[in-house]
């Protein structure tokens, strides 16, 4: 007789989110010069301090900066399954803050803090999560921080 079928993880809803929970998000992510490139092409940022190691050898930092909105979309995408896995729509970034800079080899882990759960006024069987995302590379030293609004659907009936 086969084994029963053990469901996967299939994200929290808004019946899972308690305030003062905090996420150590499970997976990492190395940026390479590579992610970093392709970025800068897709996002038309033209900024020589992304792609141009010449220039910026000449900076304060010595190398290319990832570019900061490749950090906060792979930092965002790290707490995918345990804030937004359910998500019906993201509702806004706030107060993001661009603590250290980001360089190629830097790998980007992250742990989010929920700050606010509540109903949805207009749609009922949904609710807001608000979180506080801290990104932190291979060092732990503070890269991004930011604050999300979610809208997540409660918990279906079975």
Do not use: C
Request: net charge negative.
């Amino acid at each position: 007789m086969p084994e029963p079928l053990v469901p996967g993880w299939q994200g929290r809803f808004l019946d899972d989110f308690r305030v003062g929970d905090v996420y150590r998000h499970a997976n990492g992510r190395t940026i390479s010069d590579v992610d970093n490139t392709w970025f800068t092409l897709l996002t038309s940022n033209t900024h020589q301090l992304h792609v141009n190691a010449d220039y910026a050898s000449r900076t304060e930092f010595g190398r290319p900066l990832v570019v900061s909105s490749l950090t906060l979309a792979i930092v965002t995408g790290l707490s995918v399954a345990d804030i937004s896995q359910n998500a019906i729509a993201n509702l806004g970034w706030d107060k993001v803050r661009l603590v250290a800079p980001v360089f190629a080899g830097d790998t980007l882990y992250a742990e989010s803090e929920v700050l606010e759960v509540r109903p949805s006024k207009s749609r009922p069987g949904q609710g807001i999560v608000t979180v506080r995302t801290r990104g932190f590379n291979q060092r732990e030293e503070t890269v991004i921080e930011y604050e999300r609004a979610v809208l997540v659907p409660a918990r279906p009936s079975t």
